[in-house]
């Protein structure tokens, strides 16, 4: 993806609406033409909506490690970490040293070494901040979508 039309990326996303994954290595983006677009694993287009008529905020008792976002009248949740990284992070906290070893294999095999929760926690806000910058900077401006996965 062009860096260059983005004002924030975020890959490695876990996204998901009520019980349903729908991705567990996705992308999360804010576009220079005021769209929030999230995508698949495989790089297809989950759903995208004008910036302007998008809500969204830190997802409840997630210590701001996680945000929703509504869209087109779909609430989605997303997280900037990956599924190996999330489950090798509850091995590791979970069992100790040898949890620590098993984690750090899981994340060695998958490429899930990933982001530490401050991290995470930094990429959450930059997300929720940069929507909320765009939209206050649009006055509910839109430009059509040109992103291509």
Same mark, same amino acid.
């Given at each position: 993806?062009?860096?260059?039309?983005?004002?924030?990326?975020?890959?490695?996303?876990?996204?998901?609406?009520?019980?349903?994954?729908?991705?567990?290595?996705?992308?999360?983006? +804010?576009?220079?033409?005021?769209?929030?677009?999230?995508?698949?694993?495989?790089?297809?287009? +989950?759903?995208?909506?004008?910036?302007?008529?998008?809500?969204?905020?830190?997802?409840?008792?997630?210590?701001?490690?996680?945000?929703?976002?509504?869209?087109?009248?779909?609430?989605?949740?997303?997280?900037?970490?990956?599924?190996?990284?999330?489950?090798?992070?509850?091995?590791?906290?979970?069992?100790?040293?040898?949890?620590?070893?098993?984690?750090?294999?899981?994340?060695?095999?998958?490429?899930?070494?990933?982001?530490?929760?401050?991290?995470?926690?930094?990429?959450?806000?930059?997300?929720?901040?940069?929507?909320?910058?765009?939209?206050?900077?649009?006055?509910?401006?839109?430009?059509?979508?040109?992103?291509?996965?």
């Amino acid at each position: 993806m062009n860096s260059d039309q983005w004002y924030f990326t975020g890959d490695n996303v876990t996204i998901s609406s009520g019980m349903k994954s729908l991705a567990t290595d996705g992308f999360a983006g +804010i576009g220079k033409n005021n769209y929030v677009v999230l995508y698949r694993n495989d790089g297809s287009v +989950i759903d995208q909506a004008p910036a302007a008529q998008c809500e969204a905020d830190f997802s409840k008792m997630t210590m701001h490690m996680a945000a929703w976002v509504k869209m087109n009248g779909k609430k989605y949740s997303i997280q900037f970490r990956s599924v190996a990284q999330s489950r090798s992070n509850i091995i590791s906290s979970q069992f100790g040293l040898a949890g620590a070893l098993v984690a750090k294999g899981i994340n060695s095999a998958t490429g899930a070494g990933g982001r530490s929760d401050k991290e995470v926690k930094q990429m959450t806000e930059n997300f929720l901040n940069t929507l909320n910058w765009v939209k206050s900077q649009t006055g509910g401006a839109v430009v059509p979508p040109t992103f291509v996965a």
